[in-house]
């Protein structure tokens, strides 16, 4: 992939005021805590969080540097080979990798308490008790604003209060300030650009940069918009506005890995509803609904700019396990180390399973970020559309007419999912959102058999 070394040199307000005039901004916070009194993050009507510009003269005369999606900061595999350095050579999948696994934590009860093998929990907590940090900023469930935001974790049961995957938008300014306001060497989890974010930080500034001790991410098919959160809840009986919390990730004793479910629970009763994922509309990761737009050019799949990054391993020997399997990539010397001596201990059960096996378990993202995004570059381009520039190439000569339509049928539904939420809030119900996204689905179902049939075989890249 071609690799973009950019240097900023202009004002925070130059960087990111491209970002917000074409819709694309994550959401991630990088720039309020650059510029705490020009930016402040809110949600906008969809409930996706975004930052919006509060004093623009301020702005100017902030520098800029931090921002995931600017053309202005440099890309993963710039970022990738300051951290990391080139003893490393870089993957053009994965980044500078030293080792990738597939396996689970086995002390305690951290795979249980996880969305997959509980290797993300199990590796902070092991840090904090090995003195390697003295917090994490990561997700927690909301006490107030929403049911998810960052928070700062200080203790082992705090870190283990963050376990599981939260598919919900969020911003880590506020929690970052405060970490790095007294807590000592911190850890940041997060989804591949908001550790690319923190990584922008932590060179412009030296606050974030001598606080900053670990980096964590959460492999990402995309960041989720509130409704997604909202829609299954309401599928399973518990309207929006009386949710008191969410499990994204219910594993089921008796079924394989991908087969879990979807709970909620109701501010009103107190009762916990489920069903299986399989049952919902709006469930397929590859079908767009409620993806926030910045992901649709996003190219980083795995965290290339983290000292570690976990996800979960769909592999066929590993999706059986109802118990859940992580993939885990290690770039960082110290938490090689840390992995290497706990797997002699028996607290991890891991097998080496080599980068191309690693890269296999995200297939489906490689295809989003690699074939799907030059389409989605291309499309833009020809639609005059401003978008940061990537490491993938516009173009459609590789890729098959009844793909190209598949990706432009998730764009659309990407839209029509935030648009048949709101109609369903408008009516007081869940059927016109069930309605449409199920029809889309088969849909994209009928779509996927014909490519199989009769296009062009997909870019293994």
């Known amino acids: 992939m071609q690799q973009n070394p950019a240097t900023p040199t202009g004002s925070l307000h130059d960087e990111i005021g491209p970002v917000l005039k074409a819709g ?10 650059r510029a705490p009194d020009a930016i402040r993050m809110s949600r906008d009507s969809d409930g996706v969080m975004q930052a919006v510009i509060a004093d623009a003269a301020a702005l100017d005369a902030e520098p800029g540097g931090v921002c995931p999606f600017s053309d202005a900061t440099p890309d993963e595999g710039a970022v990738g080979t300051r951290v990391f350095g080139t003893d490393v050579p870089a993957d053009p999948r994965l980044g500078r990798v030293r080792r990738s696994y597939a396996g689970f934590a086995a002390a305690a009860d951290f795979r249980a308490k996880g969305s997959s093998g509980g290797m993300a929990t ?5 840090a904090m008790r090995q003195g390697m940090i003295d917090a994490v900023v990561n997700v927690h469930p909301a006490k107030d604003g929403g049911l998810f935001n960052f928070a700062v974790a200080r203790s082992e049961a705090e870190i283990r209060a963050g376990a599981k995957t939260r598919y919900y938008s969020v911003s880590f300014d506020t929690a970052l300030r405060d970490a790095i306001d007294g807590s000592g060497r911190i850890a940041f989890v997060g989804v591949p650009c908001f550790v690319t974010a923190v990584r922008h930080l932590a060179a412009a500034d030296p606050a974030v940069g001598d606080a900053l001790a670990l980096t964590v991410a959460i492999i990402c098919g995309h960041m989720k918009s509130p409704g997604f959160a909202e829609s299954l809840a309401w599928q399973v009986g518990v309207a929006p506005d009386d949710i008191a919390a969410v499990d994204f990730r219910v594993k089921q004793p008796d079924r394989s890995a991908k087969m879990y479910g979807f709970s909620a629970i109701s501010k009103a009763t107190g009762e916990t509803r489920m069903k299986p994922m ?3 509309a709006g469930r397929r990761w590859d079908g767009g609904y409620f993806r926030l737009a ?10 290339e700019t983290a000292d570690v990054s976990f996800g979960d391993a769909w592999l066929p020997e590993y ?4 118990g859940g399997t992580n993939v885990v990539m290690v770039r960082s010397p110290a938490i090689e180390t840390l992995i290497e001596t706990a797997r002699t201990r028996g607290d991890v059960t891991l097998d ?23 389409y989605r570059l291309w499309h833009a381009d020809r639609t005059g559309r401003w978008h940061p520039r990537k490491r993938v190439t516009p173009g459609v000569s590789n890729i098959g007419r009844i793909r190209r339509l598949m990706y432009r049928v998730r764009m659309t539904v990407r839209r029509r999912s ?4 709101r109609l369903s809030k408008t009516v007081g119900s869940i059927l016109p959102y069930r309605y449409e996204m199920t029809a ?15 296009g062009k075989p997909v870019s293994k890249k």
């Open 24 to 33: 694309l901004c994550v959401g991630c916070g990088a720039c309020a805590v």
């Open 122 to 126: 199990w590796v902070l907590v092991e």
């Open 278 to 280: 399989a049952q919902l």
């Open 294 to 303: 910045a992901c649709d050019f996003c190219d980083d799949v795995v965290g």
């Open 319 to 322: 999706d059986a396990d109802p």
């Open 352 to 374: 080496d399973i080599g980068h191309d096996r690693a890269a296999a378990s995200q297939a489906g993202g490689f295809r989003d970020r690699r074939d799907a995004l030059a």
């Open 418 to 421: 935030f648009a048949a939420l």
């Open 440 to 454: 889309w689905h088969k849909f994209q179902v009928l779509l996927g058999k014909a490519d199989t049939k009769f």
